[in-house]
């Protein structure tokens, strides 16, 4: 049997592709309100009809596809593309019930419903879902580099507070020495009226100055900060002495005269040395620490390189492991310690951040990073800070996942794997069901080979009635059947000569033909 139409003139079956491509298009843009892809709207039903008319030739299964890709891309729930499946398959039972014949199709209407539905539909689901993923993952990561980019510049913004509080106490020290000396100069013997004016006129401006220093720094400061921490003055070998003394295995070690340092880089040197030591302690407990400095005429260079931690030390996460004004003994312990290589992450990082901003400020530079199994901070500070001050490196560090990214992944590979194994498991049940309904119709068409034997040309079909099967077959090969229809007055009936699917006679029939009510023949349909 061929299914198709191959009866049907060329130029009929072009222009029905090309309406129902038409419609298609219609049922997407035609009509206000109606979108490309809308499973509430026409394109399910479309669907459902070009998959009917898929049973009358193979080529409807091509607007079949793509209306149920559209269908599936397009917004909303799998439900409605359930329910006329669903009603599809009742329709299809119905009307095998009520039409034996059209049994003959159900293998092909398997086919349609898996081949030209489901893969299809299935497709444009995915496809929708990648396209969403793509758009919501692009979008949190604009959102991730936003926030991202404010905690970096609220660091820069909290390190220039804590340089304006490093030049309160310098220039705050240095007015005060001004205006003692203006007040022990008013005191001198012998000085004059306008002197004596001019000496209380300095000293009176110079406590306003510190008065007006206070309130502005005081303004720039955060009461949430913490307050500088460390010595208040840029002595790196008291503060290294500090850090030793806390348990800290550090070395110091100095080259060139530190005398001729200007105070803004020796207190840019004082808090390079102080972050990266709180940093060592506390993210590689243990590890041996070296401090190097390096004075010249121009400028002055200093690296702080820690090692790996020692073997079997402890931190828990996000707490240091040693303060540098504590005991070792009061260390916590817990989780293990974190590697060496990895970029301190105290305070999301903001600690190197606004290390990095106060270097910048100064004219230096900053680098820090993974180096031999530890972790170096190392910086380059001029004496004489340039007229423009170097530009911000752009901050390359890899922004973390955001929470959600792995469950969106697994929810994209659940359904890649639900549109690969929906399909294949829907055929095999669906031709299960076809073949458990064919060899149940089978069995009641079947002649009994010894019956088919006692058969004679010239019987009446009244005495022949009797060893019939209830139904009969489904119709047989098309050859056959357009010599029945030349052969007039002749009405041929065909019964299986067998229901097992698996004998080699499954597919084979019986061919009794009547003429008046008498048996003209009887022929074995074997192809």
Request: glycine share 10%; aromatic share 4%; proline share 7%.
């Amino acid at each position: 049997m061929t299914f198709g139409s191959a009866g049907r003139p060329a130029g009929l079956r072009n222009l029905s592709l090309v309406n129902s491509f038409s419609l298609v298009k219609r049922t997407a843009r035609g009509r206000p309100g109606l979108r490309w892809a809308d499973p509430g709207g026409l394109l399910v039903p479309a669907t459902a009809a070009f998959g009917a008319l898929s049973l009358v030739g193979w080529w409807w299964g091509l607007p079949t596809a793509v209306a149920a890709f559209a269908a599936g891309r397009g917004p909303g729930r799998g439900r409605t593309v359930v329910l006329f499946l669903a009603g599809a398959l009742v329709a299809g039972a119905v009307a095998v019930v009520l039409v034996p014949s059209l049994l003959a199709l159900a293998t092909q209407f398997v086919a349609v419903v898996v081949l030209a539905v489901l893969v299809p539909w299935f497709v444009g689901r995915f496809s929708r879902q990648y396209r969403e993923l793509v758009r919501a993952g692009w979008e949190r990561a604009e959102q991730m580099e936003r926030e991202r980019q404010l905690v970096a510049e609220q660091a820069r913004l909290l390190e220039r507070a804590r340089i304006a509080q490093d030049m309160h106490d310098v220039l705050g020290h240095d007015l005060s020495l001004i205006a003692l000396s203006a007040g022990a100069l008013k005191l001198a013997p012998g000085l004059d009226e306008q002197h004596w004016r001019a000496a209380q006129d300095i000293r009176g401006r110079a406590a306003a100055a510190v008065e007006r220093l206070g309130e502005v720094v005081g303004v720039l400061r955060e009461e949430s900060e913490s307050p500088p921490r460390g010595p208040g003055d840029s002595d790196i070998a008291r503060l290294v002495g500090d850090a030793a003394a806390s348990g800290l295995p550090v070395g110091l070690a100095v080259d060139g005269d530190a005398s001729v340092l200007p105070p803004t880089v020796g207190r840019a040197a004082h808090r390079v040395v102080q972050e990266a030591l709180t940093n060592a302690a506390k993210h590689a407990p243990g590890a041996s620490v070296s401090v190097e400095l390096s004075h010249t005429a121009t400028e002055t260079r200093v690296a702080v390189r820690n090692g790996a931690p020692a073997a079997g030390t402890v931190v828990r996460s996000g707490q240091p492991a040693a303060h540098l004004s504590g005991p070792p003994s009061a260390r916590p312990s817990g989780a293990p310690a974190r590697h060496p290589s990895t970029p301190p992450s105290g305070n999301g990082g903001r600690g190197l951040i606004g290390l990095d901003e106060r270097v910048r400020l100064v004219g230096g530079s900053l680098d820090h990073g993974p180096r031999d199994g530890g972790f170096t901070v190392s910086a380059r500070l001029p004496h004489q800070a340039p007229a423009q001050l170097p530009p911000r490196l752009a901050d390359h560090r890899e922004s973390p996942a955001p929470p959600g990214y792995r469950r969106a992944r697994r929810r994209a590979r659940r359904t890649l794997l639900t549109a690969l194994t929906v399909p294949l498991a829907a055929g095999a049940v669906l031709l299960a069901a076809v073949g458990t309904w064919e060899t149940v119709a089978a069995s009641r068409s079947v002649l009994d080979p010894g019956d088919y034997a006692r058969l004679r040309v010239g019987q009446d079909r009244s005495e022949i009635e009797k060893v019939l099967p209830d139904r009969q077959a489904a119709a047989q090969d098309e050859q056959h059947e357009r010599q029945r229809r030349q052969e007039r007055g002749v009405t041929c009936e065909f019964y299986a000569m067998t229901a097992d699917r698996f004998d080699d006679r499954s597919g084979d029939a019986y061919r009794l033909c009547f003429r008046d009510g008498r048996l003209v023949s009887r022929d074995a349909l074997t192809p």
